[in-house]
């Protein structure tokens, strides 16, 4: 087990200053801490005040196991006749994809204009530039 001198000598590693010797560390975290204690003593709200008086007199429901809910999962929300439109509309998007992979998403002449305005061997140095050489 290790000592406090050798804990003391690892964190001074860590640092060129220890915590004690760094009071802007000592006051963000001790700031910190009092923000999560506050945090921690924050009052819940009325739930009740947010809910009808039909709602707060109704009973809980019956708790019942999980194996006997219908949950309706093997049914499909999807109407028949909805398919084929979603899979007419898939092969469009992979038609589009694919003629987008073979050829040029952007024109030569906007191509051009783009490789200008990235170029900086035409345009004049701003005196940012000058100072920085």
Request: glycine letters at 6%; hydrophobic letters at 40%.
């Amino acid at each position: 087990m290790k000592g406090i001198n050798s804990l003391d000598a690892e964190m001074t590693l860590m640092h060129p200053l220890p915590l004690r010797a760094r009071p802007l560390a000592r006051i963000t975290l001790a700031a910190a801490l009092g923000l999560l204690a506050q945090a921690g003593c924050t009052a819940f709200p009325d739930v009740g005040d947010s809910a009808s008086d039909a709602a707060l007199a109704r009973p809980y429901p019956d708790l019942v196991p999980l194996q006997d809910l219908d949950m309706g999962l093997g049914t499909s929300r999807i109407a028949p006749e909805t398919a084929p439109a979603i899979e007419a509309r898939v092969a469009r998007l992979k038609d589009r994809a694919d003629s987008l992979r073979r050829g040029a998403v952007v024109d030569g002449a906007t191509r051009s204009r783009m490789r200008a305005g990235v170029d900086r061997s035409q345009t004049q140095p701003s005196p940012d530039d000058e100072d920085a050489q």
